[in-house]
Nanobody
Framework: VQLQASGGGLVQAGGSLRLSCAASGRTSSSDVMGWFRQAPGKEREFLAALRWSDYRTYYVDFVKGRFIISRDNAKIAVYLQMNSLKSEDTAVYYC??????????????????WGQGTQVTVSS
């Protein structure tokens, strides 16, 4: 599976961006698509996930109500709509893909495939 993330850029606080992640290759082996980010000097953190087979979604608490994960079946792409951006959202954003786990932990990985990252900078 190859993943190509795009859509990052510079935006003012309060603004919005939509990130895209285009998938190609043997995508049938990766039912879950996730978004992560890593800010300078910080560890990578998980943001949201979507499961292709039933469109189930999961968000971490600090992005609920601001970020929306969605998909385009025809393009085999996943999006992350980010609204009400804050300066602390500044980071490199990555998409990733992997198999689903059973039950309520379906989104926890492993994430076997990663995109190259796209920079999001939010100015205050």
């Amino acid at each position: 599976v190859q993943l190509q993330a795009s859509g990052g850029g510079l935006v003012q606080a309060g603004g919005s961006l939509r990130l895209s992640c285009a998938a190609s290759g043997r995508t049938s082996s990766s039912d879950v698509m996730g978004w992560f980010r890593q800010a300078p000097g910080k560890e990578r953190e998980f943001l949201a996930a979507l499961r292709w087979s039933d469109y189930r979604t999961y968000y971490v608490d600090f992005v609920k109500g601001r970020f929306i994960i969605s998909r385009d079946n025809a393009k085999i792409a996943v999006y992350l709509q980010m609204n009400s951006l804050k300066s602390e959202d500044t980071a490199v954003y990555y998409c990733a893909a992997g198999p689903s786990k059973y039950g309520s932990s379906w989104y926890t990985g492993p994430y076997d495939y990663w995109g190259q990252g796209t920079q999001v900078t939010v100015s205050s």
